[in-house]
Structure formats: C-alpha cells, structure tokens
C-alpha cells in the first residue's frame, strides 16, 4: 500500500469540484464497515495511522514527547527499532507483504529507514514514501522543490528517477511489480516549479498520464500494489489560491489505460490519501458549509463518492470517521473517528462486510 509524503510538494492535494456526480455506482462501490478501535501503544499518548496492509496498521505513536515508529496487528503493538538517534522522532509511513519502511527527524534532516535496508542510503536529507511486498522502497530526496529527486532503492542499489524533459521529480509510491509514480516538475527557480505532471517509471521506460478536464498539471498522490495511480490536478490560474478554486479534478489512473475522474460534492475540499487494487481511493472532506462538523473520512468507489460515517453498519453508527488514512487490498481502512456521545477519539480500522 501507498502513501504521499506531502513535505516534499508544494502544492496540498486538495480539490474543490463544481459539480456532483449523483451515479449510484458500479459493481465495486463501497458496502458497509464495522469498526474495531485500534487505541494507542503501551505508554503512548496517541497514535496516528500512516498505513494499512492485511489488517496490519503502522505510523507514529506519541511516548514521552518524542514521535516512535509502531505497528498494530490486531493481537498487539509493537514499537519498532529503527535506528534513530536519542532525541530524534520516527515513524512509519508505509508497509506491503510484512516489509515497513518510515522516515526519522533529527531536527531539520530527515532521511528514511525500512526492512532490509541496513544504514542511510544517501547523505543528502531524503524521505522514503513507500516500500513494496519484494521490499523495493521508492522515496525522495532534496530539500527544495526544485531540488527533489525521486528515487528507487533496493539491495543496496540506488536509482534516481528523472522524467523526460522534467527538472525535479517526487515519487508517490511503488507497485509489487516494481513500477514507480512520480511526479515531474519543470519551469523550476528558487520559487519553486511551475508545471508537474505524473509519470510511471517501470523498468526504464516512462508513462504519461494524460490530464484530467480542466487541469494544466497535475500530481501523483499513491499507488496501489498494483499500479492504480490516485492524483489531482491543478489550475494554473489558481495555483496561488488553491483553497479557492471551483475546479480542482482529482483521478485514479493505471499505466497505458484511460484516465478516470473522481466526482466530489459541491464545495467541498478534499485531501486523497490512498489507492487499493480494488481502485477504491480514501482521503478526507471538509465541508466549509458546515462550520461545526470536524472533517469527514471519504471513499471512492466507481463513479461516486461517500462520506465513510454513513456507511458504518447500525451499531457503529455513533461513530463519526473523520479521515481515512490507508486502504489495503481486502478493503480495510486505517482511520481517525469520533464516538459522538463519548467523545472516544483515535485510531480505528473499518472492516468490510461485504470485502472487493
């Protein structure tokens, strides 16, 4: 499974569709989901998931004021060595077929660590942003935007990925099959770049995805096991006020096939998350008409959206899901929820009644 590490764009991927979709969807749209509370490591003060494979959960658990790297397997927490110096935090941001790779922040340098993988792979500050089920972990590196580079790691290999024609590049994440998402940025300065657009890297040879209606570039968020490819595109018009426009298309997408469009509500802002295999995608809403309600936890599956809160099954329906974080391939999804009578708030898992 995958996830973006979002330090390394400079442009959040939040949308803001102008119209709604009303399909009902297809064969694949999303049933319903009974919640397991996942709670928080021995010692700890909370828990935020990152990522989610067969049920097993990882991210960073709060203990003693310092960030730890754990996972959750259902039976127990594990709060996983990963090298990190005293005083520096750690986390997991991603796992596939047992492998779990994360990142660790010593003060302004960061650079990633996972399974297999003995030292730094590179001096220079870097982030791995996900690993696959062969333990390939894609990652990227650089501080500035126009600095990035994308890059492949495995058995003590290190592979930098450079679109044609692109200035910079930051990967989104790595299929089982090896293929990598990237985005390739150019018109790069001190400021930053001016135009992205997404790629496939497999084995030497690119693919572009081509630009979903109404967008003049666009950026790669995950990729599922695989090669499902979840982003958004960007107006070049309102690249300076993002939280404003009246069209931001967000779309999963798979090497050499057709790009698909994911409707969002009217008005409201999306941030996507995760892609599965199932290509259901997972993010987060807010609705700005809703002052009072915290954000809510969505899921995509074939033409239309849904607010994951009112696809809980009726004893869980007290239950306001608030994000979803992580989706794997039999369904499951690692997110934040609220119990709204006891105010209980956390880390769950939603499991499928009826799984893709």
Known sequence: MTRLRSRFSAVLAIAIMAGACDNPGGPHRPGEYNLQVIGVPPGASSFTPADIDDRVVVGAAEVGGRMVAARWNGGG????????PAGCDSEATAISGGNVAGEISCGADTYGWATGIAGRVDPAPHTFVDINAEGTVAGTRGRTQSELRAFVARSGLFTVLLPPGAEASAAAGIADDGQVA???FSGCGPAGCTRSSVWVWRAGEWSEAPLPPGADRTEAVAVSSEGHVAGFGIRDAD?????????QPVFVWERDDDLDGLPVIPGTRVVVRDVASS???VGSALRPDRPAQPTYGVIWGEGRLYYLTERMMREFEDWQIEAALGIDDQGHIAAIGTHRETG???????IPV???
């Open 182 to 184: 990237v985005t390739g």
């Open 279 to 281: 290509a259901f995608v």
């Open 344 to 350: 209980e708030t956390g880390a769950v898992l939603l």
């Open 239 to 247: 690249q300076d006020s993002i939280l404003e426009n009246d069209l």
């Open 354 to 356: 009826n799984p893709p």
């Open 77 to 84: 927490w594990t709060l996983l060595n990963t090298g990190a």
